[in-house]
């Protein structure tokens, strides 16, 4: 019997579990540190959407300018 109710990683990131392994083997794919993607990026995209429904392109690039920052 499949569990039912939001899993963590939804609650996390606002992104399913299934969804969550894809991004991992893209990860993974292109020498990425998975939970550095998950922490800087989208845990971060997620509560800005919790916030504000939206987030414009140039919003999403500024968040991903700040996190490409903590890693220079």
Same mark, same amino acid.
């Given at each position: 019997?499949?569990?039912?109710? /939001?899993? =963590? $990683?939804?609650? &996390?990131?606002?992104? +399913?579990?299934? !969804?969550?392994?894809?991004? !991992?083997?893209?990860? $993974?794919?292109?020498?990425? !540190?998975? %939970?550095?993607?998950?922490?800087? /990026?989208?845990?971060?995209? &997620? ?5 504000? =429904?939206?987030?414009? %392109? +140039? ?7 700040? =996190? ?5």
């Amino acid at each position: 019997m499949a569990k039912k109710g /939001l899993d =963590a $990683t939804f609650l &996390h990131y606002g992104i +399913r579990k299934e !969804d969550m392994q894809i991004i !991992d083997a893209l990860c $993974t794919k292109h020498g990425l !540190d998975a %939970e550095w993607v998950k922490e800087e /990026l989208l845990r971060e995209y &997620h509560e800005k959407r919790v916030q504000s =429904a939206e987030i414009d %392109e +140039r919003g999403l690039e500024k968040l991903i300018e700040k =996190a490409l920052q903590k890693i220079k």
